[in-house]
Antibody, heavy 119, light 107 residues
Framework: EVQLVQSGTEVKKPGESLKISCKGS????????IGWVRQTPGKGLEWMGI????????RNNPSFQGQVTLSADKSINTAYLQWSSLEASDSAIYYC????????????WGQGTLVTVSS | DIQMTQSPSTLSASVGDRVTITCRAS??????LAWYQQKPGKAPKGLIY???SLEAGVPSRFSGGGSGTEFTLTITSLQPDDFATYFC?????????FGQGTKVEIK
C-alpha cells in the first residue's frame, strides 16, 4: 500500500525557520515526483512545486520561489519542505502528494501538516 | 498561470440525485485535467485524471468529461458518502493550478 506520512503540527513565531517532512512507503520512492500543496481558507489549494527524489530535480511555482525550498533524502524515502524565515501568511495546511507517472495527477496524499505562524 | 473556475461554488442536492460540476480553464488544457474529493479535516482524494479516466477504486457513479477549456464531473445517484468538496486541477502547464472548489451539501 502506498503511504505518505507527514510530520506533525508546528507552531512557530515569525522569522523562525522550519522544515517539514513527508515519508513515502509501499512503492519505489525514487521513481515518482512528490508535490507540495498549500491549503488556506482564503486561497484554497495552491501548488507549490515538485521534486523528483531520484535526482532531486525540482519544478517550482514562481509564486513561492525564494520563499520555500524543496529537498529530498532518497536514502530514507523522505521529501522536505523548508522555510528559512516564516511569516504569518505561511500559516496553512501543507500536503505532500505523489504524482502519477507522466502525469500531474496526484494519486496518493499525505495526511497534511498544519503550520501556524503567530507572534 | 492558467486560471481554473468551478461552478457552482455550492450545490445542494439529495441522496439519489444526479449532480454535475463544471470546471473552466482560462486557456486550452487539452485533457490534462484531474478531479479530487475532499472531506473536512482530510486530505484530497484523487477521483479522475486525464479528464475522464477513473482512478482505481473510485465508484463508477463518478464520471468526467470534456476537453479544451470546459470540463464536467458528474455523480449519478448521489450517495451519503459523496457530500464533500470537489476540486479540479489542470496539469497542462506549470504551475499546476486548482479550481476554488465546489461544496456538495445535503438539501
Amino acid at each position: 500500500e502506498v503511504q505518505l506520512v507527514q510530520s506533525g503540527t508546528e507552531v512557530k513565531k515569525p522569522g523562525e525557520s522550519l522544515k517539514i517532512s513527508c515519508k513515502g512507503s509501499g512503492y519505489i520512492f525514487t521513481n515518482f515526483w512528490i508535490g507540495w500543496v498549500r491549503q488556506t481558507p482564503g486561497k484554497g489549494l495552491e501548488w507549490m512545486g515538485i521534486i523528483y527524489p531520484g535526482d532531486s530535480d525540482t519544478r517550482n511555482n514562481p509564486s513561492f520561489q525564494g520563499q520555500v525550498t524543496l529537498s529530498a533524502d532518497k536514502s530514507i524515502n523522505t521529501a522536505y519542505l523548508q522555510w528559512s524565515s516564516l511569516e504569518a501568511s505561511d500559516s496553512a495546511i501543507y500536503y505532500c502528494a505523489r504524482e502519477m507517472t507522466r502525469s500531474g495527477f496526484y494519486d496518493s496524499w499525505g495526511q497534511g501538516t498544519l503550520v501556524t505562524v503567530s507572534s | 498561470d492558467i486560471q481554473m473556475t468551478q461552478s457552482p461554488s455550492t450545490l445542494s442536492a439529495s441522496v439519489g440525485d444526479r449532480v454535475t460540476i463544471t470546471c473552466r480553464a482560462s486557456q486550452s488544457i487539452s485533457s490534462w485535467l484531474a478531479w479530487y474529493q475532499q472531506k473536512p479535516g482530510k486530505a484530497p482524494k484523487g477521483l479522475i485524471y486525464a479528464a475522464s479516466s477513473l482512478e482505481a477504486g473510485v465508484p463508477s457513479r463518478f464520471s468526467g468529461g470534456g476537453s479544451g477549456t470546459e470540463f464536467t464531473l458528474t455523480i449519478t445517484s448521489l450517495q451519503p458518502d459523496d457530500f464533500a468538496t470537489y476540486f479540479c486541477q489542470q496539469y497542462h502547464n506549470y504551475p499546476w493550478t486548482f479550481g476554488q472548489g465546489t461544496k456538495v451539501e445535503i438539501k
